[in-house]
């Protein structure tokens, strides 16, 4: 008798419907065919030893089972469920009359459990749009998948619920909530506030500039001048997740399995801070069975590269591309999948090895040449995509001390949003285009006009301060975004003259 069941396979951020089809014949062996690797192949043990436990039978016939289409590879051992639901209609042990309106994933411990998968989201999403009743799966990827409206998410703990459910005896009821009222109540809660800040005004004038032009920021500084700290905080001045934002991001976490079990939908900016002795391929994806890296999983939010000198220089080059592209191509001999990688860059470092130099109290005991050797680390790609240097002094005791009141996040966050709806307006007909910082050179030549008494300052700057050619689109971009936070259409003197101060590492000799 033949029986279908149906799952899903999982490939970048997509989710696509694979047909497990069962047949059992005449004959003795076993034959899994359909391109499976080797973690599908050796579900064979695990249904049989999971069937039996619950008084079922493993059948002595030919069983062949048939996970289509067959040019598609599938990994992992998430198709366990399926086929075993399959083996059992297909030799009238169970009897489901709608065991083909729903897709089916999980993986089968020996006696009988469901543990987690990857993917539940994706493959929500697929199964809604394929026209299917509803999603059986394990009970702690319920709450994820069931983020998605239109589908009945039965989350099941063992595959005897599984069978009850299917054949009526004991119907599971949907798992369901609201995800918009959950999604929304959640925005505006963060953990980390600016109003924690005390002093560095200067510092955080230039995080509210990269956060409403989406600029990259590399901040320099000695240790325990608050880089890190400050970094912290920008998802919270960032303008809130849309709808559409947020459910990209949970799907690239639920694709590299971060969700965890109580699920829901990401309602806040991610915030990544790999360590600096990351891989190449962790920060960008990909592995034997590709999964999204770093810069993916800080998609729509913020990638903090804390120490950058210290980070491999291969892994800092593979970087260089995602941050043009806005996303990440791995390709292998027979799959090229892409991960989203629309993220903010914010990096600190320590001006030297020692860290003090520069420093207004402390000497710097560096030999000479050591300074410029420990800068060069960074290429100069690299920090050509980076808009803002930004130089971090320690706070004095006055100022962690005094009681003065600073600004809130929320209160940042307000001008950063008028700012981004600015620039919203200004390329609503320029697709992928968002905010300044994602401006073309000839975009930049005709949105970022700047008269003839700012096209002398700009020239003195570049002349006096040794300024390289890089770095004139990158101020021209700066200062059209603090322009639009002070609410003009013009770029004037004054905004020429902020933007230029945030070059410090194009400087010539700017490391003695």
Request: proline share 5%.
């Amino acid at each position: 008798m033949l029986a279908k069941t149906y799952g899903s396979a999982v490939y970048g951020v997509d989710a696509y419907k694979i047909t497990v089809e069962v047949n059992v014949g005449q004959g003795t062996k076993f034959f899994m065919v359909g391109l499976p690797d080797s973690a599908v192949k050796e579900s064979e043990q695990r249904v049989e030893s999971a069937i039996k436990h619950f008084g079922y039978k493993m059948p002595r016939q030919k069983v062949v089972v048939n996970l289509a289409p067959a040019d598609i590879r599938k990994e992992g051992s998430a198709y366990d469920l399926p086929i075993a639901l399959g083996i059992l209609k297909a030799s009238e042990q169970m009897i489901a009359e709608d065991l083909e309106d729903y897709v089916i994933m999980g993986e089968l411990a020996l006696d009988g459990d469901l543990r987690p998968i990857k993917g539940a989201l994706p493959i929500a999403i697929e199964a809604r749009k394929n026209g299917f009743k509803g999603f059986i799966l394990p009970k702690e990827n319920a709450s994820e998948a069931a983020i998605v409206d239109g589908l009945d998410v039965i989350g099941v703990s063992t595959i005897k619920e599984a069978i009850l459910h299917l054949e009526g005896e004991e119907v599971i009821q949907p798992v369901a909530y609201d995800t918009r009222d959950i999604f929304f109540s959640q925005l505006d809660t963060y953990a980390s506030d600016f109003a924690d800040v005390q002093g560095q005004e200067n510092i955080k004038r230039a995080m509210e500039i990269a956060a409403a032009g989406g600029h990259n920021v590399i901040m320099i500084g000695p240790p325990g001048a608050g880089k890190t700290m400050l970094a912290k905080r920008l998802p919270s001045i960032l303008p809130p997740l849309t709808l559409h934002e947020a459910l990209e991001t949970t799907k690239i976490h639920s694709v590299a399995g971060k969700l965890g079990t109580d699920a829901k939908l990401i309602s806040h900016r991610p915030f990544r801070q790999p360590h600096h002795t990351i891989s190449d391929v962790a920060l960008v994806g990909g592995g034997g069975i590709p999964q999204p890296g770093e810069i993916s999983l800080a998609n729509n939010g913020v990638l903090f590269l804390d120490e950058l000198p210290e980070f491999k220089r291969t892994v800092l080059e593979v970087m260089r591309q995602p941050l043009e592209e806005r996303k990440v191509t791995i390709s292998r001999a027979k799959v090229s999948l892409d991960y989203p990688s629309n993220f903010m860059l914010i990096a600190s470092m320590n001006p030297c090895p020692c860290g003090y130099y520069n420093h207004p109290e402390k000497e710097c005991v560096c030999a000479p040449g050591v300074v410029q050797r420990y800068l060069n680390r960074i290429s100069g790609p690299l920090l050509d995509r980076i808009d803002l240097h930004v130089e971090v002094t320690p706070v004095s005791f006055d100022q962690m001390t005094e009681n003065r009141k600073t600004e809130s996040s929320s209160e940042i966050r307000d001008r950063v949003i008028k700012a981004r709806e600015v620039q919203a307006t200004r390329f609503k007909e320029q697709p992928g285009v968002f905010n300044n910082a994602m401006m073309s050179s000839n975009m930049v030549k005709e949105v970022c006009q700047i008269n003839e008494a700012g096209k002398a300052l700009l020239k003195t700057a570049m002349e006096r301060l040794g300024l390289s050619a890089r770095a004139y689109d990158r101020i021209l971009r700066v200062s059209r975004t603090i322009a639009d936070l002070a609410g003009t259409n013009d770029i004037s003197i004054e905004h020429l003259a902020e933007a230029i101060q945030y070059r410090s590492l194009d400087r010539e000799g700017w490391a003695g």
